[in-house]
């Protein structure tokens, strides 16, 4: 069975940090990533990895406070958000999928469930 467990969310004070986790099971992906949500909006990207790491990008407001990491040994990818902010509130999404298009068009094959992020001002 396929499966995207992520975690690591919670409670943060405005400037302070978070590490989210994924980890997959059942397939090796080639492109993962997170996205976010707010209940009521579209799912946002947040930022994605090629396997081999040589592939990254994000979406600009992260640019410069989040890095995305991945441990294909573990098979797990990582979002170290530094610098947080109220903004940053969110529901945060693991994305995997074969193809980089699908994870830019934000249909991906495979989806975690997801954990809360949120920063108080």
């Known amino acids: 069975q396929v499966q995207l467990v992520d975690s690591g969310g919670g409670l943060v004070q405005d400037g302070g940090s978070l590490r989210l986790s994924c980890a997959a099971s059942?397939?090796?992906?080639?492109?993962m990533g997170w996205f976010r949500q707010v209940p009521g909006k579209e799912r946002e990207f947040v930022a994605a990895?090629?396997?081999?790491?040589?592939?990254?990008w994000y979406e600009t407001s992260v640019k410069g406070r989040f890095t995305i990491s991945r441990d294909n040994a573990k098979n797990t990818i990582y979002l170290q958000m530094n610098s947080l902010k109220p903004e940053d509130t969110d529901v945060y999404y693991c994305?995997?999928?074969?193809?980089?298009?699908?994870?830019?068009?934000?249909?991906?094959?495979?989806w975690g469930q997801g954990t809360q992020v949120t920063v108080s001002s």
């Open positions: 994305a995997a999928d074969g193809q980089r298009w699908a994870i830019q068009a934000g249909s991906p094959d495979c």
């Open positions: 990895i090629s396997r081999s790491g040589d592939i990254i």
């Open positions: 059942g397939h090796t992906f080639t492109m």
